[in-house]
């Protein structure tokens, strides 16, 4: 009898860990969406929030690298300052904004989610910083021997696009009907990012994804530049938000933005200027 | 002995509010955001936005894929909840834990491992590929492969609880009159323990139904094909946050309607 006690003791306590772990799995199958869209918001400073002056900037998930690495700039040229990103998806960004999210600076991949913004009178006159270009993304073999946008139309080749609810998939569609193609794609896959991860992975023989994807992949992916993209060029916004907790901040940081510094780092990571 | 001591206890006075507390705020953590749904959904325009054949074609498999993996999940998961509960072997713990693995994982990343291996460029996948002509990524095979295994585990851990719950005494009572294993198993272990089959069953069926990161990174999105309902949620969600809210309702409505009619008919309760 004593022997079969911690066997009890452990069915009853399996018993009680069950419902933890359904809570759980419903709260991650209804909420793991924004998660999954959002690379992980960084802050570059885990002590922000102390006495610190701290400047919080919501950014396009495709703004990652550039944005993380004009911050360290920032936080040079302003010591005492802490700069926050939260990167994601524009729509679910704009959607926090909307909802009250605390934020001082809105970067945006297309000018449509900044409007979702600016029509709630959270931000006032964005100006464009940058432009993305659509390339076609191939594994770094190409196996499907993929050279130009004619041949994502070939039945035999698997090709990746973005849903056309997300801005990489509406330029995608956009440059398809420049071109007058139809592709049948195996996947609309929900940001350009997890696009990219299946060519990575070599799922897919091909998919459009912006030149700042290919660049950022490092090799792992090749880049074809068609001539269709120049009618699916996508424009990046930055503003100020008027509900700002540090407005003289907020404004300093999109003035880098805009800088020659700003540009620089912009350039070297693919993108175009406006 | 313990329960048999714990039992008058149950009925004697009301609960202490120690209990209740805690409780009330969580049945408040838990139902609120559904609440949250109820009151911003458009109800004006629901019938139209529900008449989109999108909508049903993504109720649609989202219900037949979460079938499919539930079954598969019974089919591995239950001798394997019996091996975990009634075998002997070294690293046994080892594997219990490895099992919950599915669920540590963060959905995307497990939708990424299962890439890795059964991807067309995967370690079973290019052989499936070579031998067989048969990719998984992209079809809805793909769905219930990614459901299962996000799923199983909820299963397996039910049915072991149980199993381990279970008097093993009757099963060592067939087996002195004659029984072989598997006829223990068949006769006297399954039927002992179907409720906490079911329970597993109904958690890794809800699961399964709700999966979202797994089926996208390796399924991909595709209307009919892979689109399921959390995934025409999350896309919805980018554009039009009120469609998003029909969707989750939807399935939510279905889910629960389901559920409920499945308990009625298998406890004669309400």
């Known amino acids: 009898m004593p022997k079969r006690l911690p066997r009890r003791l452990f069915t009853r306590l399996s018993r009680l860990t069950v419902v933890p772990l359904v809570l759980a799995a419903t709260l991650s199958g209804c909420g793991s969406g924004a998660q999954d869209a959002s690379p992980s918001g960084t802050s570059s400073d885990p002590s922000a929030g102390g006495g610190a002056t701290t400047l919080t900037v919501f950014a396009a998930a495709s703004l990652t690298g550039t944005f993380t690495e004009l911050g360290k700039t920032f936080e040079a040229a302003n010591p005492g300052t802490t700069v926050r990103f939260n990167f994601g998806s524009s729509a679910t960004l704009a959607q926090q904004i909307v909802q009250g999210a605390p934020a001082d600076v809105f970067a945006a991949a297309s000018p449509a989610t900044m409007k979702t913004v600016t029509d709630a009178s959270l931000a006032a006159a964005p100006t464009t910083f940058a432009r993305n270009t659509l390339q076609i993304a191939v594994p770094a073999d190409n196996p499907a021997k993929v050279d130009d946008l004619a041949d994502l139309a070939n039945p035999k080749i698997k090709v990746a696009l973005c849903a056309a609810q997300v801005p990489c998939g509406a330029a995608a569609v956009k440059a398809l009907d420049a071109a007058g193609l139809k592709v049948t794609p195996v996947t609309l896959e929900q940001d350009v990012k997890a696009t990219l991860t299946k060519v990575e992975l070599g799922e897919v023989d091909a998919a459009l994804v912006y030149r700042t994807d290919v660049i950022a992949s490092g090799g792992k992916v090749k880049g074809i530049d068609f001539p269709e993209a120049g009618k699916a060029i996508n424009d990046y916004p930055v503003a100020t938000l008027t509900k700002a907790p540090a407005p003289d901040l907020a404004r300093k940081f999109v003035d880098l933005v805009l800088s020659p510094r700003g540009r620089d780092v912009l350039t070297k990571a693919g993108f175009d200027a406006p | ?270």
Do not use: K
């Open chain 2, 1 to 270: 002995m313990i329960r048999s001591r714990r039992r008058p206890h149950r009925s004697q006075g009301r609960p202490p509010w120690l209990l209740l507390l805690p409780a009330t705020l969580g049945i408040a953590f838990l139902v609120l955001p559904l609440a949250g749904l109820l009151v911003r959904a458009p109800w004006p325009t629901m019938a139209e936005r529900l008449a989109e054949p999108q909508v049903l074609q993504a109720l649609r498999l989202s219900l037949v894929t979460a079938t499919l993996a539930t079954l598969a999940c019974l089919l591995l998961g239950v001798p394997l909840a019996w091996l975990l509960a009634r075998v002997t072997f070294p690293g046994r713990r080892l594997l219990r834990a490895l099992i919950t693995v599915p669920l540590v994982l963060p959905p995307v990343v497990g939708g990424v491992a299962l890439l890795l291996v059964l991807g067309r460029r995967g370690l079973i996948g290019q052989w499936l590929d070579e031998t067989l002509g048969v990719t998984l990524p992209f079809t809805t095979a793909g769905v219930v492969v990614a459901e299962a295994f996000v799923a199983m585990p909820f299963l397996v851990i039910s049915v072991e609880g149980a199993l381990r719950a279970a008097d093993t005494r009757l099963e060592e009572a067939a087996a002195t009159l004659g029984a072989s294993r598997m006829t223990v198993f068949r006769r006297v272990t399954l039927p002992l323990v179907a409720p906490g089959v079911l329970a597993g069953a109904v958690l890794c069926w809800a699961r399964a139904l709700g999966e979202f990161g797994a089926t996208i990174t390796f399924a991909g999105n595709f209307p009919g094909q892979t689109q399921t309902m959390p995934l025409a949620v999350y896309l919805a969600l980018e554009t039009e946050p009120e469609a998003a809210v029909v969707l989750s309702l939807v399935l939510l409505a279905v889910s629960v309607a389901i559920l409920a009619s499945l308990r009625d008919r298998w406890t004669g309760t309400a």
